[in-house]
């Protein structure tokens, strides 16, 4: 299998070591460079986006290798210097350097519609950049980086054994209901011994940010955010519908799931404690053995979709791109991190031998085939995609994979509980995704909250769409505190309705994939090969599907859901 090589650069030096003494001569040419013409302004967005790419890879590994050890005092300290010392040196060049593309006299003589998001993208941060908010967006990125020390150091003894939270909660699959209930309690109150820790932590943020909108001219970060993530496609007030339609038509059928799930498990009342258990009464699925044997049947699984795609995970696999095994001092969760440079990414997550790892890494791996399929887009910020298309790319390859999930499963019997749970945890996730923006969407315009005032607007938000279908009684500390374990809150805020808006797209890609496999597939990989280089609705439109979040969308494939689910059984 090849070795990667990353890309001959023609710009920056080969071996050019990232600190601020070699990267400012490099800044001040390209600030100062003479452009005549609409090729040389080309040549300088080439030479501009080269050293984006280089700066981009230097920055994932010292994010990626934190992660992956968030003990190390060194790694934190490498991250650190980063985003203390170079980020913000580069974003007022960075924006004097907007300023000279869009000012220059040759801007309009390039290809308009080749540069028409890119363009677009550069003046809109433009209008954002406010030099007061550099040292407010350092101090950020160093807060948010707390997060993973305080919950990388989570763990719980259960049976005498130590386990990362991610390992303690396959006891929460145990057919031996004590055993869940232990499991359950166990995880908890070791959340809620960090619960002030996290909250004054949370608060410094949400003071942070809520002071850059303001510096930006925005009445609250919300609307700060909307412009930030470049949001041009929907408001704030379609998000709020968009809520409203997952409460119609997704909440009563997950209530009607969760019934059936009361009456299969003989309870009266199902508790939080109820909601991983298989209702089979068999246990947990097991789809592979450790992290090595994860990554080797999800080569053969995305072989058996296309075999391009399975070459993609095995040269990761070759070039050591996969970090996969829970353990100790791991931060938590898991992601697919692209390398500019390389042209291949970096898969990290929490394995804990789940049927939820195995939609973790197929998930990752749609984020992964994304990645290799933009690698060669001319300009860095071209594979910049907004993240209503990045999750297209994984929440697809979910549903895509399950034909082939028989690489995971001896048994048929096994290989439908798998597909059954996967097509409930499609729809729980549209719920859930409404409660974290409806959250979202309350905290920033209601800045000067404290945290028994944020404590009370998420239980009322949760209610409204479920409370994950148990009964909490008896557990409200628990129930108040089920938002911490969020991490997009703490890191990436705002970076959540995403998910859904992705996922009926997805069901959608699904829905064509399942009536013509190679034309499904083919439009998938179309649409994910654009990279940035179209609007959003064009992307969604060559993949073969609609950019739409309107109730009757919604009824639709939700409606396709059910009967997909019902057919299994």
């Known amino acids: 299998m090849k070795t990667i090589i990353k890309k001959q650069r023609n710009y920056i030096p080969q071996n050019l070591v990232i600190n601020w003494e070699n990267l400012a001569p490099i800044f001040d040419e390209l600030k ?39 003990a190390n005092e060194q790694l934190v300290k490498d991250f650190q210097y980063f985003a203390t010392e170079i980020e913000p040196k580069i974003a007022p060049i960075a924006n004097e350097l907007n300023k000279k593309l869009v000012e220059n006299a040759f801007v309009n003589e390039l290809d308009q519609q080749k540069y028409f998001v890119y363009l677009r993208g550069v003046r809109k941060a433009l209008a954002l950049f406010r030099e007061e908010n550099i040292p407010l967006f350092t101090e950020l990125q160093v807060k948010q980086q707390q997060y993973q020390g305080i919950t990388g150091a989570m763990s719980v003894t259960l049976n005498g054994q130590e386990y990362t939270l991610e390992q303690a909660s396959n006891f929460l699959k145990d057919t031996d209901r004590n055993v869940r209930k232990n499991a359950w309690e166990t995880i908890q109150k070791r959340r809620l011994a960090d619960k002030d820790t996290l909250n004054i932590l949370f608060d410094e943020l949400i003071k942070l940010r809520h002071q850059a909108a303001l510096n930006a001219g925005f009445e609250n970060y919300r609307d700060y955010m909307f412009q930030a993530l470049g949001r041009f496609d929907y408001t704030p007030k379609d998000c709020y519908d968009f809520a409203e339609a997952i409460e119609k038509e997704i909440v009563p059928i997950l209530k009607e799931q969760a019934s059936k799930r009361k009456e299969a498990l003989q309870l009266s009342a199902l508790k939080p404690w109820d909601l991983e258990v298989s209702t089979s009464g068999k246990p947990a699925l097991k789809p592979f053995q450790n992290g090595a ?15 391009s795609l399975g070459e993609k995970l095995a040269i990761m696999k070759a070039n050591h791109l996969f970090d996969v095994e829970s353990r100790m001092g791991k931060a938590p969760g898991g992601y697919n991190y692209p390398l500019a440079e390389t042209g291949a990414p970096f898969i990290f997550m929490n394995s804990a031998n789940s049927l939820r790892d195995l939609t973790t890494m197929v998930h990752e791996g749609g984020h992964a085939i994304h990645t290799f399929l933009t690698a060669n887009l001319e300009l860095n910020d071209f594979k910049h995609c907004p993240s209503e298309v990045a999750e297209l790319a994984s929440m697809s390859m979910e549903l895509i994979s399950m034909d082939q999930w028989s690489v995971y499963f001896d048994k048929e019997e ?25 959250f979202q969407h309350w905290i920033y315009t209601n800045p000067n909250h404290n945290a028994a005032d944020r404590e009370a607007a998420f239980k009322q938000i949760y209610n409204r769409f479920g409370a994950g279908f148990a009964n909490w009684d008896e557990h409200e500390a628990q129930f108040g505190n089920v938002w911490q374990k969020q991490l997009h809150l703490f890191e990436v805020p705002f970076y959540y309705i995403e998910y859904a808006i992705a996922q009926l797209g997805a069901i959608a890609v699904w829905k064509n994939y399942k009536e013509d496999k190679q034309k499904g597939l083919k439009q998938y990989l179309d649409a994910l090969a654009l990279g940035y280089t179209k609007p959003m609705n064009e992307i969604y439109e060559t993949a073969g599907i609609k950019f739409d979040f309107s109730a009757d969308y919604i009824k639709d494939l939700a409606g396709f859901v059910k009967e997909e689910l019902e057919k299994l059984g």
Not at 295 to 305: L, T, W, Y
Request: net charge negative; glycine share 0%.
């Open 32 to 70: 100062h460079r003479s452009i005549n013409s609409a090729t040389e302004l080309e040549q300088w967005l080439r030479n501009k986006s080269e050293l984006e790419a280089a700066l981009e890879e230097d920055f994932a590994w010292r994010y990626i290798k934190m992660s992956c050890d968030t």
């Open 293 to 307: 044997d994860l990554i080797d049947k999800s080569i053969a699984c995305f072989n058996q979709i296309d075999s």
């Open 414 to 438: 096994d290989l439908i509980r798998a597909k059954k749970e996967q097509l409930v945890d499609v729809l729980k996730t549209l719920p859930w995704v409404a409660v974290i923006d409806q």
